[in-house]
């Protein structure tokens, strides 16, 4: 079985940075594209940003500049750096995975980890 688990969540103050971290562990052969997304309370689930096998990322607009995915292969772990955090970024960051495991290709998400910027 192939799972997500997410670390690097917790509360930062406005300006301030986290790393958020999912490892995909279990029997994988490939994994294609990796991302992050965030729901804060009340509002749908939104993009924030993903990483292709060949290393193209895209983002939210309104993270541009902030953040970074990165992914290291080796580990089948995939980052998000935050830098100069908002309330606005206040959310559960989820992960996710687009993979192939022993015989078959699919699509993954982790349990979640929350992100509060408060000051």
């Known amino acids: 079985q192939v799972q997500l688990v997410e670390s690097g969540g917790g509360l930062v103050q406005p300006g301030g940075s986290l790393r958020l971290s999912c490892a995909a562990s279990?029997?994988?052969?490939?994994?294609?594209?990796m991302g992050w997304y965030r729901q804060a309370p009340g509002k749908q689930r939104e993009l924030v940003a993903t990483?292709?096998?060949?290393?193209?990322?895209n983002y939210k607009d309104s993270v541009k500049g902030r953040f970074t995915i990165s992914r290291d292969n080796a580990k089948n772990t995939v980052y998000l750096q935050m830098n100069s955090l908002k309330p606005e970024d206040t959310a559960v960051y989820y992960c996710?995975?687009?993979?192939?495991?022993?015989?078959?290709?699919?699509?993954?998400w982790g349990q979640g980890t929350q992100v509060t910027v408060s000051s």
């Open positions: 279990g029997t994988i052969f490939s994994i294609y594209a």
């Open positions: 996710n995975a687009d993979l192939k495991g022993s015989d078959y290709e699919y699509n993954l």
């Open positions: 990483i292709t096998s060949g290393g193209n990322t």
